[in-house]
C-alpha cells in the first residue's frame, strides 16, 4: 500500500512515474487503499492539467482497463535536483577556462539565444522592443518590468531564475545582459544585482553612443 503522504494527486504521480507501461484505476485504488471513484476524481484532476494520459487497454484474461501513464509534464512535475549540478558544472568550467574565459563564454550563449529570438523583435521600434522583451522575460519567470522615474529606462527584475547558483557564479549576469542588450541593440548597463543583495536587478538601456 502506498504511505499516505503529501497529495493523493502526488502520490499518482509517483506510482506512475515507476510503472512505464501505466497503471489501471483498480491498480490505483488497491495500491491507494481508496475507492476507484476517488482515483477516478484525481486522474480527471491529472488529464485537465496534462501530466498524465490514456494509454493502452489493459488486457488481462477480464474486461479491457485502459492504464494510465505520465506525460512528459507529469514527469517534469516531479521532483528534480538541477541546481546542485549546475554549480558542479560550473565551478568545473571556471577552474578549466579561468573567469574571464566562463564570462565569455556566457556571453556568447546570450548572444546565440537572442539571435534565435530575433525575428519576435524584428520590425519593431524602440518602445517595442522594449514591451516584446518584458514579455519574453515575464514568461521566463523574471517577473520584470520598466522603472518610469528613471532617467534612462530601466528594466527591473524582482525575481533572478537562477537567484541561488548567481550568488555563487556572478559571472551568469552575463548571459542576462548580453540577452537583453542584443534583443534590444543597445547597450546595457547592469546598476544592481540580487546576487549581490541588492532588492532586484536592474539594467539600463544606454543610448547607443554612451
Known sequence: MA????????????????????????ELATELDISRNAV?????????????????????????????????????????????????????????????????????????????????????????????????MQSLGYHAEMEADQAQPTIKAVNCVYHDLAQQHPELCEFDRALIATLLDKPIEQTACMALQDCACKFKICNSGT
Open 3 to 26: 504511505q499516505h503522504s503529501g497529495s493523493r494527486q502526488e502520490q499518482i504521480l509517483k506510482l506512475l512515474l515507476s510503472r512505464a507501461a501505466g497503471m489501471s484505476i483498480d
Open 40 to 136: 477516478k476524481q484525481h486522474l480527471v484532476g491529472l488529464e485537465k492539467d496534462q501530466l498524465v494520459r490514456e494509454a493502452a487497454l489493459n488486457s488481462t484474461g477480464g474486461r479491457p482497463s485502459r492504464n494510465y501513464t505520465l506525460t512528459e509534464q507529469g514527469r517534469n512535475r516531479l521532483p528534480k535536483q538541477y541546481p546542485w549540478f549546475c554549480n558542479l558544472l560550473l565551478s568545473e568550467l571556471k577552474t578549466e577556462l579561468g573567469e574571464t574565459a566562463l564570462r565569455q563564454m556566457l556571453w556568447r550563449m546570450g548572444v546565440s539565444l537572442a539571435r534565435s529570438l530575433a525575428p519576435q523583435f524584428s520590425g519593431k521600434d524602440p518602445a517595442q522592443k522594449q514591451s516584446a522583451l518584458l514579455e519574453l
